[in-house]
């Protein structure tokens, strides 16, 4: 009888801290042996030479089946979202069950669960939104959730329907460092966003460009700042997630030097888009409306030394997705004429991991350790799901991904999987993709063909 499932054999195999040359072997899901010659005991063998094998990515900011209001419906569902991020090199992403007004937080999950059950194609783990914190939901939703493996959510302090408020802030750090749950903030000072939209109003300015003009980088370094120094008076630690521009990072390295516990996030739309791109002819630029909004060339510069530095921790996609040409999309009626009524958010989840790879590792910019950190290891540390997942070591989930570094093509969106029409990074040329993705042992994409089926993907309680 054989020893493994699989085997991987002959990769470069790389984690966070080392890489080495050697085979991988599976049974039941998980990595059972990394040794030399382990392929006479397989009853499969994944012929990696040459290439690199790397844990499977973990994208922890994704926004799927996300309710949007306003007749916006987003552009995947589980089962695109999740078979997008798969060929994308991803075997676990977490998006946001969002608190939903006058309804319980338990009833969005049981539907946000319902939504996500048999239809996965990699592995799910959610955060929650937080937009009402009242006493209730402090006091006993929270710690009850908390328990129930919801360890993690995001707070606002932009969009007039999610924002939260000082004191709402400082409420809910507060039960965070009570319970030990991470928060995720989208920093952003919402009343100086309102002031400048209504100046550009006002100045009719009113196409996808004026959204980056009305979210400029003090907006984001303002609240970055408050957010920071609303954790260091709590004593509670905060991710700062979708950094976008340097004074940000500046911000957040003066904040470490002081003692906070911050962990920060950046995202490829704020490495190689600009917001020259919202200025597309024929309302085009609100293909790249998101918030922040993608900066200038010194700030992507900035962001590049955040990655080399370690000032970020965390590379995600953001994937937001709405298709551009629908009502329910981009072009809704009044999005179409007003950049406020703009659905904000770009996909992504399926390009991060080339992104990084082609500009990042083969450009020489980070090595290879860095971008397993930068896209697996440090999400699961973050999140709870470590080491289960994010490395590749004897006892680990078999989430395997199989890079071949020779495989060049552009940025297509008719190659890619998602729900949207069209991609933010079209043409875009990218060296090296994820060409194989085992998930729990089970080969789901293999030469980028799709293996497996919907509804192998499973919830992962934290
Ligand atoms: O524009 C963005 N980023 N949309 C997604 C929601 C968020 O703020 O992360
Ligand atoms: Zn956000
Ligand atoms: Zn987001």
Same mark, same amino acid.
């Given at each position: 009888?054989?020893?493994?499932?699989?085997?991987?054999?002959?990769?470069?195999?790389? =984690?966070?801290?080392? =890489?080495?040359?050697?085979?991988?072997?599976?049974?039941?899901?998980?990595?059972? !042996?990394?040794?030399?010659?382990?392929?006479?005991?397989?009853?499969?063998?994944?012929?990696?030479?040459?290439?690199?094998?790397?844990?499977?990515?973990?994208?922890?900011?994704?926004?799927?089946?996300?309710?949007?209001?306003?007749?916006?419906?987003?552009?995947?569902?589980?089962?695109?979202?999740?078979?997008?991020?798969?060929?994308?090199?991803?075997?676990?992403?977490?998006?946001?069950?969002?608190?939903?007004?006058?309804?319980?937080?338990?009833?969005?999950?049981?539907?946000?669960?319902?939504?996500?059950?048999?239809?996965?194609?990699?592995?799910?783990?959610?955060?929650?939104?937080?937009?009402?914190?009242?006493?209730?939901?402090?006091?006993?939703?929270?710690?009850?959730?908390?328990?129930?493996?919801?360890?993690?959510?995001?707070?606002?302090?932009?969009?007039? @329907?999610?924002?939260?408020?000082?004191? $709402?802030?400082?409420?809910?750090?507060?039960?965070?460092?009570?319970?030990?749950?991470?928060?995720?903030?989208?920093? #952003?000072?919402?009343?100086?966003?309102?002031?400048?939209?209504?100046?550009?109003? %006002? !100045?009719?300015?009113?196409?996808?460009?004026?959204?980056?003009? =009305?979210?400029?980088? +003090? /907006?984001?370094?303002?609240?970055?700042?408050? %957010?920071?120094?609303?954790?260091? /008076? /709590?004593?509670?630690?905060?991710?700062?997630?979708?950094?976008?521009?340097?004074?940000?990072?500046?911000?957040?390295?003066?904040?470490?030097?002081?003692?906070? +516990?911050?962990?920060?996030?950046?995202?490829?739309?704020? *490495?190689?888009?600009?917001?020259?791109? *919202? #200025?597309?002819?024929?309302? $085009?630029?609100?293909?790249?409306?998101?918030?922040?909004?993608?900066?200038?060339?010194?700030?992507?510069?900035?962001?590049?030394?955040?990655?080399?530095?370690?000032?970020?921790?965390?590379?995600?996609?953001?994937?937001?997705?709405?298709?551009?040409?629908?009502? #329910?999309?981009?072009?809704?009626?009044?999005?179409?004429?007003?950049?406020?009524?703009?659905? @904000?958010?770009?996909?992504?989840?399926?390009?991060?991991?080339?992104? *990084?790879?082609?500009?990042? /590792?083969?450009?020489?910019?980070?090595?290879?350790?860095?971008?397993? !950190?930068?896209?697996?290891?440090?999400? %699961? &540390?973050?999140?709870?799901?470590?080491?289960?997942?994010?490395?590749? +070591?004897?006892?680990?989930?078999?989430?395997?991904?199989?890079?071949?570094? &020779?495989?060049?093509?552009?940025?297509?969106?008719?190659?890619?999987?998602?729900?949207?029409?069209?991609?933010?990074?079209?043409?875009? #040329?990218?060296?090296?993709?994820?060409? =194989?993705?085992?998930?729990?042992?089970?080969?789901?994409?293999?030469?980028?063909?799709?293996?497996?089926? &919907?509804?192998?993907?499973?919830?992962?309680?934290?």
């Amino acid at each position: 009888m054989a020893t493994f499932d699989i085997v991987i054999s002959g990769g470069t195999v790389a =984690t966070a801290s080392d =890489t080495f040359v050697c085979d991988i072997g599976i049974r039941d899901g998980v990595v059972v !042996a990394l040794g030399l010659d382990l392929a006479q005991d397989a009853k499969q063998v994944l012929d990696a030479t040459g290439k690199y094998v790397l844990p499977g990515g973990i994208d922890s900011h994704v926004h799927i089946s996300q309710p949007s209001g306003d007749g916006i419906v987003m552009a995947d569902d589980f089962e695109s979202g999740t078979r997008s991020a798969l060929f994308g090199g991803n075997t676990t992403i977490m998006p946001f069950c969002l608190q939903e007004r006058g309804k319980s937080i338990r009833q969005s999950l049981i539907e946000y669960h319902a939504l996500a059950n048999g239809t996965c194609y990699t592995d799910v783990s959610f955060h929650l939104i937080i937009c009402e914190p009242t006493p209730e939901v402090l006091g006993q939703d929270l710690p009850a959730l908390f328990n129930d493996g919801y360890t993690s959510f995001k707070v606002f302090m932009t969009y007039e @329907n999610l924002r939260l408020t000082d004191p $709402e802030l400082l409420q809910t750090f507060d039960v965070a460092r009570d319970l030990g749950a991470t928060v995720m903030v989208h920093c #952003e000072n919402e009343d100086a966003i309102k002031f400048l939209i209504g100046k550009h109003e %006002a !100045a009719n300015d009113l196409r996808p460009g004026a959204h980056a003009r =009305t979210r400029p980088v +003090a /907006v984001e370094r303002e609240a970055t700042h408050r %957010a920071m120094a609303f954790a260091e /008076v /709590v004593g509670t630690p905060i991710v700062i997630v979708h950094v976008s521009n340097g004074q940000a990072i500046d911000e957040i390295a003066a904040a470490r030097r002081r003692g906070v +516990a911050v962990t920060a996030e950046t995202c490829p739309q704020y *490495l190689v888009l600009t917001a020259e791109d *919202l #200025e597309g002819m024929d309302w $085009e630029g609100a293909k790249f409306v998101c918030s922040p909004p993608p900066r200038g060339t010194e700030d992507q510069a900035a962001c590049w030394r955040g990655l080399q530095d370690g000032t970020f921790e965390l590379f995600s996609s953001d994937h937001c997705p709405f298709v551009y040409d629908s009502v #329910e999309g981009k072009l809704n009626p009044k999005g179409a004429k007003q950049f406020k009524h703009i659905p @904000n958010g770009i996909p992504g989840v399926e390009t991060r991991l080339p992104i *990084l790879f082609s500009e990042g /590792v083969m450009k020489g910019r980070i090595d290879i350790n860095r971008f397993v !950190a930068l896209t697996a290891t440090n999400h %699961a &540390k973050t999140y709870g799901l470590y080491p289960r997942k994010g490395t590749i +070591a004897v006892g680990s989930d078999a989430d395997i991904v199989i890079w071949d570094p &020779k495989v060049t093509a552009p940025i297509r969106h008719a190659n890619l999987h998602d729900g949207a029409d069209y991609s933010p990074y079209e043409g875009l #040329e990218i060296t090296g993709w994820p060409v =194989t993705v085992v998930l729990r042992g089970k080969v789901m994409v293999q030469d980028r063909a799709l293996q497996g089926t &919907k509804g192998d993907g499973t919830y992962l309680g934290r």
